[in-house]
């Protein structure tokens, strides 16, 4: 096979390719679709790189999080509406007045931690994301599909036909972990960190969405009823 048709799922082509069919013409075997990001969420390296990240930058998210409120409290006497952030019509007084440049001493402290973590865990992501190609077409080749397309270029599937969890299951057999502390001078390419961010993305909505359920739940408790 000839590499899933360059790996539509994994280079974003999907669309153009329908638009390039004929409607007429028929795929001689099956057609999956794939979520990438999804596919690297699942991994087993993922949450075991993400935890560590967490203990071995500790010190980083510790000094992030300290310099974050310092940041905070240099900036109260300018917030005169209290809306917690700084304003155009605010702006002006801050840049002004004696402690603008330890604000941006101090922002720019914060962005360079913050970096830190982020690159680690880009890094993590790039690891994976490198045996997602061989994963794919392994899992394609293993089941007999001949054409694969990202998940969110499709308007309609069959539950059957998505083979995102074969395909984690096939990476955390290639990748059983990754390492976290990027070589000198590394630098996340393009597509690592546009992937990372939708990971990211992903983790939060879960997250708000856990949130969510659990104050439902918690409301639901308190207003039921007590039993007799």
Do not use: C, H, W
């Not at 005169?80 to 801050?94: H, S, V, Y």
């Not at 001949?146 to 998940?151: D, G, K, T």
């Not at 990971?199 to 039993?227: F, H, K, M, S």
């Amino acid at each position: 096979m000839k590499t899933l048709t360059k790996l539509l799922a994994a280079t974003g082509l999907a669309a153009t390719a329908l638009a390039s069919v004929p409607a007429s013409a028929q795929v001689d075997g099956k057609i999956a679709t794939v979520d990438t990001a999804r596919a690297i969420i699942g991994t087993n390296a993922l949450r075991s790189a993400y935890d560590l990240v967490t203990t071995t930058y500790k010190a980083q998210i510790d000094q992030r999080t300290a310099k974050q409120q310092e940041v905070t409290e240099l900036l109260k006497p300018f917030d005169t509406d209290g809306n917690a952030r700084i304003d155009d019509a605010e702006l002006p007084a801050l840049q002004q007045s004696d402690s603008f440049a330890q604000f941006q001493r101090l922002e720019a402290e914060v962005q360079s931690l913050g970096n830190q973590v982020t690159n680690a865990r880009i890094f993590a992501v790039e690891q994976i994301f490198a045996q997602y190609a061989p994963a794919l077409e392994e899992v394609a080749n293993g089941q007999q599909v001949q054409i694969v397309f990202p998940l969110d270029a499709v308007l309609f599937r069959v539950a059957d036909a998505d083979i995102t969890t074969q395909v984690t299951e096939a990476l955390n057999v290639r990748v059983p972990s990754v390492g976290v502390v990027p070589p000198q001078g590394y630098r996340p390419s393009q597509q690592g960190a546009g992937l990372f961010q939708e990971i990211q993305q992903r983790l939060l909505t879960a997250q708000l969405i856990q949130q969510r359920q659990q104050q439902q739940e918690q409301q639901g408790n308190t207003e039921a009823p007590a039993g007799r």
